[in-house]
Nanobody, 127 residues
Framework: QVQLVESGGGLVQTGGSLRLSCAAS????????MGWFRQLPGKGRESQAV????????YYADSVKGRFTISRDNAKNTVYLQMNRLKPEDTAVYYC????????????????????WGQGTQVTVSS
């Protein structure tokens, strides 16, 4: 059974930084994608950043380009989201998701294409 465990959320002031981590366990990971999504109250989940397991593909939402960086450590089966220059509008619950099979680029951005989800971590940016 695959498990994704997130950590690193919290409260930070505008302009500050946070690093989210997502550790995957339960199988050998050699293909597919992992992504970070956010969810606002009453809204659906939106992709923020995605990375392929072999590192040949990354994606960023326009709103986070230049501020957020997604990376992975295959040896630790962990994906990170470094969040810099945070803004109050970044406030949301952030979820890690994984799909560990070949994934078309178009599918990598769609939350309903992912098979596994973390529990979510709250990120709050105060003004």
């Amino acid at each position: 059974q695959v498990q994704l465990v997130e950590s690193g959320g919290g409260l930070v002031q505008t302009g500050g930084s946070l690093r989210l981590s997502c550790a995957a366990s339960g199988r050998t990971f050699s293909s597919g994608v992992m992504g970070w999504f956010r969810q606002l109250p009453g809204k659906g989940r939106e992709s923020q950043a995605v990375i392929s397991w072999n590192g040949d593909y990354t994606y960023y939402a326009d709103s986070v380009k230049g501020r957020f960086t997604i990376s992975r450590d295959n040896a630790k089966n962990t994906v990170y989201l470094q969040m810099n220059r945070l803004k109050p509008e970044d406030t949301a619950v952030y979820y890690c998701a994984g799909r560990f099979r070949p994934t078309p680029t178009s599918d990598a951005l769609e939350p309903d294409r992912y098979d596994y989800w973390g529990q979510g971590t709250q990120v709050t940016v105060s003004s």
